[in-house]
């Protein structure tokens, strides 16, 4: 219950659900868990249906994924969205004492966790674009997401890490910094994997 409360707050009124997330006496165990294993699911599931059932244009032709190796694919998707929001919020935890952050340990982690997890939830909604993978659709909705998520994350750090906003700010600048290198280090990852044999195998 708690996870749709927040997940719906952060759309209808984000400042006020930011204050409720701060307020909200949990572990970073905790709000990882209650949220990122179930939200990763969108992606992974909504991906397999588009690419095997719906199919996706490749070269001028409608191209689908045989099932085995698309079911492949979501499996190592899933883990890799999982690790990569749980490393995003180890890497704010991280520089949250450079940047001047209060409270104790457990506190500044828990934050960082659920920082990272709130601002990743639009494009995690937004996954669900994939059942119907057109490219142009998927660019738009992935841009629109990704660009309030931005926002939410320069709207939650003033908030949840209770900072002033010229230090906040810079420290916002700092995890999408982190966040696009992750990004760049997921696409060569998925080269490598490719070249190795992990890699899509399509239906003739």
């Not at 659900?17 to 909504?46: C, G, M, N, Y």
């Amino acid at each position: 219950m708690r996870l749709l409360s927040h997940t719906i707050g952060i759309f209808t009124h984000p400042d006020k659900e930011w204050k409720a997330i701060r307020a909200d006496h949990l572990s970073f165990a905790q709000v990882f868990f209650s949220h990122v294993p179930i939200l990763a699911l969108i992606p992974t599931i909504a991906g397999y249906i588009g690419v095997t059932y719906v199919g996706f244009e490749l070269g001028g032709h409608l191209t689908k994924l045989t099932p085995q190796s698309a079911a492949l694919l979501a499996v190592v998707t899933y883990f890799a969205i999982v690790l990569g929001v749980y490393l995003l919020g180890e890497f704010i935890n991280w520089m949250a004492k450079s940047y001047g952050v209060e409270g104790d340990e457990p506190r500044r982690h828990y934050e960082g966790t659920a920082l990272a997890v709130f601002v990743t939830t639009p494009i995690f909604l937004a996954s669900f674009v994939l059942i119907y993978p057109h490219l142009w659709l998927t660019v738009i909705v992935f841009g629109l997401a990704g660009t309030y998520s931005i926002y939410l994350l320069f709207e939650g750090i003033p908030i949840l890490m209770n900072m002033n906003k010229e230090r906040a700010f810079l420290y916002a600048c700092a995890v999408v910094t982190v966040a696009l290198v992750m990004m760049v280090t997921v696409m060569i990852g998925s080269v490598i994997l490719w070249s190795i044999g992990i890699g899509p195998v399509y239906q003739h």
